[in-house]
């Protein structure tokens, strides 16, 4: 590596390690939150997910300044790619933000505290249990959160399906409503192709506890990967009203359907 590359990195990564200084979070005199956040685990993380983010996958980020700078928000985006690669890439777009620097908490799902030490880990870079309530809670302190409404049904989907929405359940879409939180949809290309998948090994998984188990390579594919990030959509009304939700949660959709599609488009031109 040129001495230029050089000292461009370790700029890179010492504005990484401001910014998140300069996103501090009200944590107890242990250093956690109630949710087991802890910034200096964050710090020691962030090389690697700099180094994900910048070298491996190549990502570009657009839209980012569709992304409130401080306030609730809710991160809306498609499902992919077998492991949570997806969600990572999204929180270090956060983080890398120009236009305003976040730490956002990803919404995991239940299987990985069941994984011995992942649980933690995840739980101390920002990431939590997927439940309504720890979602409500992070938005009534103004937090950023990534959800991902297609849960497994996304991430575990076969190569056959990529790119294709799954069931959105309505959940994210009530949540808004009650805590008056904009909806920033994003649109994933790429993390489909980290991780091709024919199937899932049920037997297996139901062995493990596991969700599933994709039949694939044993290995990571460094696919460039585009975000789009829309712009903030607002809900209001009667939260209990299915029929209503439903229809929201398809205006969402569709806006992710064209943020992928826009993903596409920027894919193509740039072959």
Not at 152 to 179: C, D, H, M, N
Request: net charge positive.
């Amino acid at each position: 590596m040129e001495l230029a590359e050089k000292m461009k990195s370790l700029l890179s990564f010492a504005n990484l390690q401001t910014r998140i200084g300069e996103t501090h979070k009200n944590t107890g005199t242990l250093g956690y939150d109630p949710w087991g956040y802890n910034e200096d685990r964050l710090r020691q993380f962030a090389k690697l997910g700099q180094w994900i983010y910048e070298k491996y996958f190549r990502t570009e980020a657009f839209g980012l300044e569709n992304i409130p700078s401080q306030g609730r928000a809710l991160i809306i985006g498609n499902h992919s790619g077998q492991l949570p690669m997806d969600g990572i890439l999204v929180s270090i777009a956060l983080l890398t933000n120009p236009h305003g620097s976040r730490v956002p908490r990803a919404m995991i799902e239940r299987f990985f505290p069941t994984v011995p030490f992942l649980g933690n880990f995840l739980n101390e870079i920002g990431a939590v249990v997927g439940d309504p309530v720890n979602c409500i809670k992070m938005l009534q302190r103004d937090e950023s959160v990534i959800v991902f409404p297609e849960g497994v049904g996304g991430s575990g989907k076969p190569w056959k399906k990529r790119y294709e929405l799954q069931r959105f359940g309505t959940g994210f879409l009530k949540i808004a409503i009650e805590t008056k939180s904009p909806i920033i949809p994003v649109g994933i290309v790429g993390c489909e192709e980290t991780i091709p998948s024919l199937g899932s090994i049920d037997p297996l998984a139901r062995m493990l506890g596991l969700p599933y188990v994709p039949i694939s390579l044993p290995v990571i594919l460094p696919a460039k990967v585009y975000l789009h990030f829309g712009k903030p959509m607002m809900f209001e009304g009667d939260p209990t009203n299915e029929t209503r939700l439903k229809e929201m949660v398809e205006e969402v959709k569709n806006s992710i359907r064209s943020l992928i599609q826009d993903g596409f488009d920027k894919r193509q031109r740039g072959r």
